[in-house]
């Protein structure tokens, strides 16, 4: 995989399940996205396309952005997160504070970005 398309897919990734999340949000989910990749030893690409780890990749019929301005805003926080530290220390997983997973029980609560929480 090429630097550019792994920029795409995590910027895809952030717009699909952050766009609405103010900043810091948005760079809390790529981070994820990156912290799953490095140790599952994957491509940003193949981590995003696991069955059942990100909604988006099952529900769309597209995964082009309707709003050219969220992704470009998006892919600034991408940037963001590559160029600094892992605020989210370590987290591999979140969830929209709305709902209650069954999984959160395994994983270790680290903090709270926006309307997500994250996991490690």
Known sequence: MTILEGLLWLTLNVYHEARSEPQIGQI??????LNRAKKEDLSI??????PHQFSWTLHKDSYFPE????F???????????????????????????VSPNWISK??????????KFYR
């Not at 690409?45 to 696991?50: E, G």
């Not at 709003?67 to 969220?70: F, K, L, R, S, V």
């Not at 940037?79 to 504070?97: E, M, Q």
């Open 28 to 33: 809390a989910v790529a981070h994820v996205t």
């Open 45 to 50: 690409k193949d981590v995003i396309r696991q």
């Open 67 to 70: 709003d050219p301005q969220a």
């Open 72 to 98: 470009l805003q998006c892919m600034e926080s991408v940037v963001i997160a590559l160029k600094n530290d892992d605020f989210t220390r370590g987290s591999t997983y979140y969830h929209l504070t709305s």
């Open 107 to 116: 994983y270790t609560f680290v903090d709270q970005f926006g309307s997500h």
